[in-house]
């Protein structure tokens, strides 16, 4: 019986986590992880369109569900080894939640964003790619 | 006798029907989605939130005015439209600019000006009205001096009426912000500057609507030009859109000396500038009090790379202007095909997959690809003249 309610306990106890602000709103949006990191991103206007400016909507947390800092968002095209005319600020909005504003893709075709997320004394890289048409 | 002349009927109907289906080549779905992002054609008139007189009709009058006015220059005999001629496609033909002395560049064209985000072939302007002070106070082109357009304004009764309609207020005694109105009146006229539909527009609606007549009395040499041109030649890569630009720059292999030793810095130098100039859009002069034209103004990054990049142009109505590039130094289309055929990778300063390469072009492809070209031009309506500012 005890050994019943132990099982039940861990199937019903959230992982750590689930305090993640992953949720974005809307409904939209990527997730990103890693061993150490969970991460979200929405772009605004959701869609990214050539030439013209966005901003992403992040939320970065660790796998433990500790706070996480967004330090640096990028881009680039790795076919043509170029990045964006453009860089990205970052601005903390709490809570695990940031905004980096001032991306524009100029191009066409394969496109790779980089998060630069620290938590203490750790740092990592985050990658994901978007083909724009 | 009657079958014999059915079956004649029936043969030349088929022939006709048979030459119509020549007429349209194979697309692919892809295809037709590429080519449908070159449209539709005209877009929305352009307005600019960070010019107050942008895309109203009193702005606009006083606009066309001061742009055939040579009294904002130095000498009295330069006017914006002494380089920038209606009918030389809004540039003047030349190889390189001539206004008080010969410039490095040559004149770029004013069809369409108003949807762009960059100005000049260096885009040092981040507005169409910042870039309008440039050629007015430049000692080698206007050289007009910072006072001649507000004394201009104060001096003349039908400008001040035009100047009072358009702004609301009588000339004043700060020439600062006087020239720049003259500058935002000139960019509001610009603005409206929209090349017209050419045989390109009607084929790619038909081809989108799925109009295969409509689709077929477009030339085959151009459908095969323009198959090169979103295809293999991956010519819109930077050639997007509506405007056939992306609005952004690129190094294309054009050589940026301009004298021994002296290059163009082009991008670079050109973002120099914008950060230095009292009149981009991070001033006290932006109209728009809510920030969100200064995205690219304030992100904009410089690097080693900019240098010898200027802005892509857009395509249309290209084939009645020339010559080209952004020193002048292509007389023909026929010339700028040969250069993308042939360019050097020596020249091109690419690490991965290079964007620009040659194309290695047969001469029939070179001719499909200027048939395609020149489907991009049309004959303009012309422009009535001007009513009076102030009647």
Not at chain 1, 7 to 15: I, N
Not at chain 2, 257 to 265: A, M
Not at chain 2, 289 to 295: E, V, W
């Amino acid at each position: 019986m005890r050994l019943a309610a132990a099982l039940l306990g861990v199937f019903l106890a959230p992982p750590a986590w689930a305090d993640c602000p992953l949720d974005l709103g809307r409904g939209t949006g990527w997730v990103v992880f890693s061993d150490q990191y969970l991460m979200a991103f929405r772009p605004d206007p959701l869609r990214i369109e050539v030439g013209e400016p966005f901003a992403l909507a992040v939320s970065v947390c660790t796998r433990r569900g500790g706070p996480a800092e967004l330090l640096a968002v990028d881009a680039n095209m790795p076919e043509h080894r170029h990045g964006m005319n453009y860089r990205a600020a970052i601005v903390a909005k709490g809570d695990g939640r940031f905004r980096a504003e001032g991306l524009l893709f100029h191009m066409p075709g394969r496109w790779e964003i980089t998060f630069d997320v620290r938590a203490g004394d750790d740092s990592e890289r985050l990658t994901h790619d978007i083909i724009l048409k | 006798m009657i079958r014999l002349l059915l079956l004649l009927v029936s043969l030349l109907a088929a022939g006709a029907v048979g030459v119509r289906a020549q007429h349209l080549l194979d697309w692919s779905p892809e295809e037709i989605k590429a080519v449908g992002q070159h449209g539709p054609w005209p877009p929305p008139p352009a307005r600019d939130p960070s010019n107050k007189v942008s895309d109203t009709a009193a702005g606009i009058a006083l606009g066309e005015y001061l742009f055939n006015e040579p009294r904002l220059s130095g000498d009295g005999r330069m006017s914006c439209a002494t380089c920038h001629q209606a009918g030389r496609e809004w540039s003047d033909g030349l190889a390189k600019a001539r206004g008080a002395v010969e410039l490095d560049r040559r004149t770029p064209s004013l069809w369409n000006i108003g949807y762009l985000h960059w100005f000049g072939w260096d885009g040092a302007g981040d507005s169409l009205w910042a870039q309008s002070i440039r050629p007015l106070l430049d000692p080698r082109e206007m050289n007009g001096g910072p006072t001649r357009a507000g004394e201009l304004l104060r001096s003349d009764a039908a400008l001040a009426c035009g100047y009072e309609r358009a702004f609301g207020n009588t000339p004043g005694t700060d020439d600062e912000r006087l020239l720049v109105d003259t500058a935002k009146a000139l960019a509001a006229f610009q603005a409206t500057l929209v090349s017209p539909r050419t045989p390109f527009d009607d084929f790619r609606d038909a081809l989108v609507a799925g109009d295969r007549e409509s689709a077929s009395r477009y030339p085959l040499a151009a459908q095969r030009g323009l198959k090169l041109f979103v295809g293999e030649a991956n010519c819109s890569l930077c050639h997007l859109g509506p405007r056939f630009t992306s609005g952004e720059f690129g190094d294309i292999g054009i050589p940026f000396f301009v004298r021994p030793g002296e290059v163009d810095p082009g991008r670079h130098g050109g973002l120099v500038r914008l950060a230095a100039s009292p009149f981009n859009l991070l001033g006290k002069y932006n109209d728009d009090a809510s920030g969100n034209n200064t995205r690219r103004t304030r992100h904009v990054q410089r690097q080693h790379t900019n240098f010898g990049e200027f802005r892509v142009p857009g395509l249309r109505q290209v084939g009645r202007g020339g010559p080209y590039m952004h020193n002048g130094s292509l007389a023909t289309l026929e010339d700028v095909i040969r250069h993308y055929s042939e360019v050097s990778p020596d020249r091109l300063h690419s690490d991965g997959i290079p964007l620009v390469r040659p194309l290695g072009l047969t001469a029939g492809q070179g001719a499909d690809l200027v048939a395609f070209l020149r489907s991009l031009d049309a004959e303009p309506v012309a422009r009535p003249s001007p009513a009076p500012l102030c009647p």
